[in-house]
């Protein structure tokens, strides 16, 4: 358990998602001898949510939890499903190609080698909390809605609705697409801009004859979108059924919110999409699916500002982009690196001003995560609504494209960020 320290940095995380947790006990892990940060998180629901899709977990972002301690209260409270490779497949014609995460023996990517993890978003959420619990610097507070970021050279002060207020060293913000820190201070003018596609997800409990066409997790593209199936929990009794799809834009968030709740619409609409797949569990299996949700993808512009002298943006509040396989594994790369740049500046006495250590992680960042943009536009692309023949092109560049790319991603999947060199 990690004291505070009367020596450390005041610290504000707004944002009490995975990103605001995470920085929390990454700016904890790393800190100086003696120096342990002062944390404050603030999120403005009135509790954390633990609700949510199915996220792929990379060999990249479970060494670092592991590293941040929330790895192995996953693996006690058998969270999520390890994922040996990933399967592709059409669902017209059947399986195209696959993606492994066995690494040459078998045994996972790296040294130690790790595998990856399809895992729900609450799962995920419920072991970084845990882990986060066990640090005595670290509170959170919820229900707490800002309303007012106050930044001098000394320090930076938040006012909420509520009448009360926090003033730390250090802002982190971690609030999101929709980032309050961002939208009230860092960059105003920088909207969130809906990308044209969707994420539909539910959960289909299926009985144990049940057959499916995948050994664990499967993409499935059809001319209309891609629908993710995948097992998430050791017991294998239920499949996490996603379809990323395009979605004409209804306005607003609140109508979002509206059309995002209504079960039924997004089932039919996942049907019509997908209801002529000759693969036999497709149909079975949206059927099966309870609590159907519309989540509508919303985009960063490319390039933007993500700090002040005192405010950082982390995740997406700084560079949010369309799933590409490992969105949350870069918000870790995120708070990983920033909070050794930081710590690498407090070891150095803290010269000049905190624009040195956000300078260095900018510096060390902005090329991965414009990269990381760039693929994610090919997704939006991807699942975007195509004829028969634009849909049979697709058939012939994903195993290509997995082909040329295997030896990038398996280099980003043994890379340690807790150790690299960063350059400061």
């Not at 039924?264 to 999409?273: A, C, G, H, P, S």
Request: charged share 25%; aromatic share 10%; net charge negative.
């Amino acid at each position: 358990m990690a004291p505070a320290s009367p020596e450390g940095l005041k610290v504000i995380i707004l944002g009490g998602g995975i990103s605001g947790l995470t920085t929390a006990l990454a700016l904890t892990k790393f800190a100086p001898q003696g120096q342990v940060p002062k944390i404050e998180i603030y999120e403005i629901r009135p509790e954390l949510a633990t609700i949510g899709g199915a996220v792929n977990l990379t060999p990249n972002a479970l060494r670092m939890l592991d590293h941040l301690g929330a790895l192995p209260i996953m693996k006690e409270r058998h969270y999520g499903r390890t994922i040996d490779y990933l399967e592709v497949f059409d669902v017209y014609s059947g399986k195209l190609a696959e993606s492994s995460f066995s690494g040459p023996d078998g045994k996972g990517i790296g040294n130690p080698p790790y595998k990856a993890l399809r895992i729900t978003r609450g799962d995920a959420l419920k072991a970084v909390i845990a882990a986060v619990e066990e640090h005595e610097n670290i509170t959170i507070t919820c229900g707490k809605r800002t309303v007012k970021i106050d930044e001098t050279a000394d320090n930076v002060t938040l006012t909420f609705e509520d009448g009360g207020s926090a003033t730390a060293d250090l802002l982190m913000g971690c609030d999101g697409i929709h980032s309050v820190t961002r939208l009230k201070h860092v960059e105003p003018e920088r909207k969130a801009v809906y990308s044209g596609v969707s994420n539909a997800f539910g959960f289909a409990p299926i009985e144990p004859d049940f057959k499916v066409h995948f050994e664990c997790t499967a993409i499935n593209f059809a001319r209309r979108g891609m629908l993710l199936t995948s097992f998430f929990n050791p017991e294998g009794d239920a499949v996490y059924v996603g379809g990323l799809m395009q979605v004409e834009d209804v306005g607003s968030r609140d109508g979002w919110k509206s059309v995002g709740a209504d079960a039924e619409k997004t089932r039919e609409q996942l049907l019509e999409r997908f209801g002529d797949a000759k693969i036999p569990c497709i149909v079975p299996l949206i059927k099966k699916a309870t609590d159907f949700f519309l989540w509508p993808v919303f985009t960063l512009s490319k390039d933007g500002k993500w700090s002040t002298d005192r405010v950082m943006l982390l995740g997406d509040a700084a560079h949010a982009m369309p799933p590409q396989g490992e969105s949350t594994g870069i918000v870790f790369e995120d708070t990983v690196l920033f909070s050794r740049c930081l710590t690498r500046w407090i070891e150095k006495g803290k010269p000049n001003t905190m624009r040195e250590p956000f300078e260095a992680y900018e510096k060390l960042r902005k090329h991965r995560i414009a990269t990381a943009f760039d693929e994610s536009k090919n997704v939006v692309s991807t699942v975007s609504d195509a004829g028969w023949l634009g849909h049979t092109i697709k058939t012939y560049v994903v195993p290509w494209f997995l082909w040329f790319t295997r030896s990038y991603r398996e280099k980003h999947f043994i890379e340690d960020v807790t150790t690299v060199d960063i350059d400061y």
